[in-house]
């Protein structure tokens, strides 16, 4: 079945650092891709998200890329703030209804 | 504006007690509906999908039920709560369609004890 991999954390940086949190995937067909973000004691919120291979989502300066050759869909900032502090989760679905979840990569930035 | 309302956000519940966690989707007709739940430090585990009103998709067999009376409204249940039933519970919703991403309520915290 579908499936999502993602790096395990916790990652610590230091603030102003790049980010990289790595995510690839296995499905049948051709799945959209998301990547989620979770604050402490709340729900998930979309950050980006990518419908179609070579399509690059972007928000709050974290971008990612569809890169259906590898089946990745790696999460980038160039430089992450104390704000950015929270668990990421890459998701995709693929036309069943259902969205599958990698198990999430809690990201802590120092000051 | 579509919003999605999911209550209680927090439960203490003994063994053996019934469960009954509710959400409610506005400004939008027919949408999928989803509980997922999350583990501590663990990622999200699709429990129960639901595609119209009366149709429940189970994914993991376990001692938790879900309904759909109504539209826009879905229920997570339990007869007896076990304490691995502790965790977070969260409700989502997309629209009809390929392509469109879920959105999520703001969670339960449900602490079996």
């Known amino acids: 079945g579908d499936s999502v991999t993602q790096m395990e954390g916790p990652v610590t940086l230091s603030e102003e650092a790049f980010l990289t949190i790595n995510c690839t995937y296995t499905?049948?067909?051709?799945?959209?891709l998301f990547w989620y973000v979770q604050y402490p004691g709340e729900g998930l919120q979309l950050l980006l998200k990518a419908t179609k291979a070579d399509d690059k989502g972007s928000n709050k300066g974290f971008e990612a890329t569809y890169r259906k050759e590898t089946t990745s869909f790696h999460l980038e900032k160039g430089s992450v703030q104390v704000s950015d502090s929270a668990v990421y989760f890459c998701a995709l679905s693929s036309g069943t209804y259902k969205y599958i979840f990698g198990t999430g990569t809690r990201l802590k930035v120092l000051a | 504006s579509q919003t999605i309302h999911q209550w209680p956000a927090t439960l203490v519940q003994p063994v053996g007690s019934p469960l009954s966690l509710e959400c409610t989707v506005e400004?939008?007709?027919?949408?999928?509906l989803y509980w997922y739940r999350q583990a501590a430090g663990r990622g999200l585990q699709l429990l129960f999908y639901?595609?119209?009103?009366?149709?429940i998709s189970s994914e993991v067999p376990q001692n938790l039920s879900a309904s759909r009376p109504q539209d826009r409204q879905f229920i997570l249940s339990s007869k007896k709560l076990l304490l691995s039933d502790s965790g977070f519970y969260l409700c989502?919703?997309?629209?009809?369609?390929?392509?469109?991403?879920?959105?999520f309520g703001q969670g339960t915290r449900l602490t079996v004890v």
């Open positions: 639901s595609v119209g009103i009366g149709q």
């Open positions: 499905a049948t067909g051709y799945p959209s």
């Open positions: 989502a919703w997309s629209p009809r369609g390929a392509d469109t991403e879920a959105f």
């Open positions: 400004g939008t007709s027919n949408p999928n």
